[in-house]
C-alpha cells in the first residue's frame, strides 16, 4: 500500500517537473502541480500519524493537531508570499466548507448507507460544536462586519483575532488531551492501534522531509499560475480557491474520512472533518497571519460577504446536524447537497468580483 | 362536518362568483376570493387525506407531502403567470414564517395550557431542524447574499439550488417512509386512523377536482386584484404577500395542527407545523422555480433582505425551541411573540418598497 | 462584611461628590463617578435580595427580577434625558455581550478550574436558550435590519417590539415562578437560603432608597461627561457604552456570579448571567422605550451593525454553550475568548463613527 503509494507520487511528481521544466504552458503546469500535491499530502499525512504514533498518546495528538494540514499552510505561505491574500482567504473558506459539509456529509451518507443509524461522542461534538461557534461564528465574523464600518480592520483587532483564537486553540488541545482526555475517549473501539506492528521512525521522518519539500516546490507552481488559470477558464479566484485549492488540499483527509465512516468508526470521521477546520480556522490562519505580520504582507480576517456567509451557513448546519451525536444517511445527503448549492454559488460569482 | 363545510364552502363561493361577475369593485372581489379559498383549502386537504389513506401508508405519506399544500402551489403558479415574482416569494416567506411561528407557536400555547409539558419525537424534531438549516438557512441564503456581489442571480446556482432543494427533500420522504420508517413513529398513540370506518375513495376524487379547479379560479381573482389594493390599502406587496396571502394559504393548517396540539399529539401538530414549512421551501419553491423556467417568467431564489432574515430568525428559534422534543405555553408564546414582531415589521414597510 | 462594603460606598461616593464640586475636570468625575457606583449597585443588590426574602419566594422572584438591573436602568434614564440614545443603545449591547460572555465565560473557567464537569438545570438552560433567540435574535434584529429598508423605524414596529418583549418577559416570570415552578428548581442544595438569620426589612428598603438616589446622582455625573471624555481618550461612544458603561453596570453581578461556579452552584451563576442579559433585553430596554415616549426622545430598537452582529454572535455562542446543561473551563476560555474579540472590535472603531 505504501510502496503503491510512493511509486504513484514519485511519477506524478516527475511529471509535474517535465511539464514546468519544459514550460508546457499554464495549464498543464497548474493541473500537474495540483494532481501531484494529492498524493503527497497523503504520504505527509501517514508519516506525520506514524511519528505520532511513535511520540506517545499526547504528544503524539499535538503533533497530528499542529501539522496534520501542513499542505493547507505550506501553499498559505506561498500565496502570501505571492501577495494573493484574496486566495489565501479563500482557500481557508474552502477548507471550512469543504471539510464541514462535503468531507462530513460524504462520510455521514456512505457510512449511513452500511449503518443505519452511526453514533459518536456527544460531548466532544458540542465542545467541537462551540469552538466553530467561536472559531468562525465570532473570530471571522467580527474584522468582517467591523471594518465595514472602520474601513481597514485595525491591528488591535487583527492581533486580537489571532491571539484569541490561537491561544483557544492550544488550550482546547490540553483540554482533551489533558485534563479531560477520559472525556474524550472514543466509542466502542478498545485498542484502535495494536493491529499489526508499527511501521519504523527514522524512514517516517526522512518522508517527512522529502515531501515537505516536494509540496513546497509543487506549491510554489500551483501558486505562481492560479491568476493566469483563472483568466483562461473564466472562473473567479474565489472559485478557485474555494473549490479547486480546497479539494487538492483536503484530497487525502476526504478519504480517510470516509473510509473510517464506512467501518462505523464515525469518532474518527468526526475528528478528521471537523477537527481539520479547527485546525485550519484557529491555527493555521492565525499563523499565516503572524507569517503575514513578518514577511510584512498585510493579511488581516475580513472575507467577502460570499465568504462569511458561508462558512456561518456551514457551521450552524454541521452544529445542528453534530449535537445529538448520530448520523445518518439522510444528514450526509443534506450537507453535501448544501456543499453543491455553495459550490454553484461560487462558480456563478463573475471573475472580476474576486 | 363534511356536508356543514361543503354548504359553507359551496356559500362562499357562490358570493364570490357574484361579487366577481357583479364587478363591485377590487376591495369586495380580493376579500370575497380570499374567504372562499380558505374552506375550499379545508376540503381539498381532506380529500387528500382520504385518497392518501386508500394508498396505503406509503403511498399516502408521499401523496400527503407533495399535495399537502396545493393551494400555496396554485396561488404561486397564478402570480408568476401575472409576473408577481415578488409576490410569490412574499408568500413563501409568510408560509414559512406562519407556519413556523404563528401555527406551531399557537399549538403549543394552546395544548400547554391544558397540558404542562408535552412530548413529541425528538429524533424527527433534530431531522426537521436540519432539514430547515438547509432548506432555509442555505438554500434562500445563497443567492440573496451572492446576487449582492453578482447582481442577476446566476442560473447555475438558480438550478442548483431547485435540484438540490427538491432532491433532497424527496430523500427526506424517502427516509421517513422507507428506510427509517421506525425511527420517525409517533410517540404514544398506537393506530390513529382506526376511529370509525374510512369515508370512500371516488367521492374524494371527485372533490380534489372540483376543489381544485375553484381554487384556481378563486387564485386568479385573488392575484389579479392584489396591486390595486396594496395601492388602495397603503399596504406594501411584501405585506400582503407575508401576512394576508399566507393566512389564506394556510388557516386549514393552522386550525388543524392547534386541535392536535389541543388533544396532546403534538406529534402531528409538529408534523403539520414543519412539514408544512419544509414542502414550501424544498418542493414548491423549486417547483415554481421550474414552471417559471418552463412559462418563461425569471423566478429566483433571491429574497428581500427582510424576508430573508425574518425566515432565518424564524428558524433559529424554532431549532433551539424544537431541539428538546419538549414543549409548553411559555415556549408557544415565545414563538407567537415573534411572529407579531415579524408582521409589525412588514406592515410598517412603505408600500413603495415592495 | 456588609459594614466594610458601606464605609468603602460611602469613601467613593464622598471621593466622587469632591471631585464633582470641586470641579477637578471631566476626567476626574468619570472615573470617580464610574468607580462610587460599582459598590453602591452591590449595595442596591443586597438591598432588593434582603426584600425579595421577605416577600416570599414568588413575590421576591418577581422583584429581583425586575429590580435587579435597577442601576442600568437608571443610567439609562439619565442617558436619555441627555438625548444620549446610542450610549442607551451602546450599554444594552454591552450589557447583553458582557453578561453572556464575559461573565458567564469567567463563571465556567473558574468554576470549571475547581470542577470537571458542572451541571445545571437542562430545562432552564433551554428556556434561557429560547428567550435569547427572541429577546435578542428576533426582537433587536428586525427593528435594524427593517429599518435599513424603510429608513425610520416605524412607530408601529417600536411599539410592537417593546410590548412584545415586555409581555413574554412577564409570562416568563409567570412560568417559572407560578406555573411550571417545579420544573425550575435548582440541582442538588434543598434550602440554600437557610444559613443564618435573615437581615430585617427595614435597614433594606432604607439602604435600597439611599442608594437609588445617590445611584441616580453618580449616573447623572457620568453620563454628563461622556462626550467630553470620549474626545479626550479618542475612544468611540460605542467602546465606553459597550465596554466602560457596562462593566461599571455590572461588576456587582459578574462577582457573585463567579463566587457562585467556584461554590459548585452553577445554576445560579447561570441565572445571574443570562437572567441579568434578558432582564436587559426584554425588561429595560423596553421600559427605556416607553420613557422615551414619555419624555419624548426618540428611543429605538435600531443598532449599529457591530453592536447588532455582536449580540448575535453572543447569543449564538451562549446557546450552544448552554443547551447540554454542563460546562467546563475550556467552555469558560471560549466564551472569554469571544468577549476580547468583541472587546478589540469595539476598541478598533474610530471616534467619528460612534
Not at 500535491?37 to 511513535?54: N, R, S, V, W, Y
Not at 500551483?222 to 474565489?238: F, K, M, N
Not at 465512516?261 to 479547527?278: H, P, Q
Request: a negative charge; one cysteine or more.
Amino acid at each position: 500500500m505504501n510502496r503503491l503509494l510512493s511509486i504513484v507520487t514519485a511519477t506524478l511528481v516527475a511529471v509535474s517537473i517535465v511539464v514546468q521544466v519544459g514550460r508546457f504552458g499554464d495549464m498543464p503546469q497548474f493541473f500537474a502541480a495540483a494532481i501531484a500535491i494529492i498524493p503527497l499530502a497523503a504520504l505527509m499525512g501517514k508519516a506525520t500519524e506514524t511519528i505520532a504514533a511513535h511520540a506517545g498518546a499526547r504528544l503524539g495528538g499535538l503533533l497530528s493537531a499542529t501539522f496534520g494540514n501542513a499542505v493547507e499552510l505550506i501553499i498559505g505561505i506561498f500565496s502570501l508570499h505571492e501577495g494573493l491574500t484574496s486566495l489565501v482567504k479563500a482557500s481557508i473558506t474552502g477548507s471550512v466548507v469543504g471539510n464541514l459539509l462535503f468531507v462530513l456529509g460524504l462520510s455521514f451518507f456512505v457510512g449511513g448507507i452500511r449503518h443505519p443509524i452511526q453514533e459518536f461522542n456527544v460531548r466532544v461534538a458540542r465542545s467541537n460544536a462551540s469552538m466553530l461557534m467561536l472559531g468562525v461564528g465570532v473570530a471571522f465574523v467580527v474584522p468582517t462586519v467591523f471594518a465595514r464600518t472602520a474601513h481597514p480592520v485595525s491591528s488591535v483587532l487583527s492581533f486580537g483575532v489571532a491571539g484569541v483564537s490561537l491561544i483557544v486553540y492550544l488550550l482546547g488541545l490540553y483540554f482533551s488531551l489533558f485534563t479531560h482526555r477520559d472525556v474524550f475517549a472514543y466509542i466502542g473501539h478498545e485498542q484502535e492501534e495494536a493491529q499489526g506492528s508499527q511501521p519504523r521512525l527514522w524512514p517516517a521522518i526522512l518522508t517527512l522531509a522529502v515531501t515537505t519539500v516536494l509540496v513546497s516546490v509543487e506549491s510554489d507552481w500551483l501558486v505562481g499560475t492560479v491568476r493566469s488559470i483563472a483568466t483562461q477558464l473564466g472562473w473567479s479566484e474565489l472559485f478557485i480557491g474555494v473549490v479547486v485549492v480546497a479539494i487538492i488540499g483536503n484530497a487525502a483527509e476526504h478519504a480517510s474520512a470516509v473510509w473510517m465512516a464506512w467501518k462505523n468508526r464515525m469518532d474518527l470521521s468526526v475528528e478528521i472533518a471537523v477537527g481539520s477546520t479547527l485546525q485550519v480556522a484557529m491555527f493555521i490562519a492565525p499563523v499565516l497571519f503572524f507569517v503575514g505580520v513578518c514577511i510584512g504582507v498585510p493579511f488581516n480576517f475580513m472575507f467577502t460577504w460570499p465568504e462569511l456567509v458561508s462558512m456561518i451557513a456551514a457551521v450552524l448546519l454541521v452544529v445542528v446536524l453534530m449535537l445529538d451525536g448520530e448520523s445518518n444517511w439522510l444528514e450526509g445527503a443534506m450537507a453535501v447537497g448544501a456543499y453543491l448549492v455553495l459550490a454553484a454559488g461560487f462558480y456563478s460569482l463573475p471573475a472580476a468580483a474576486a
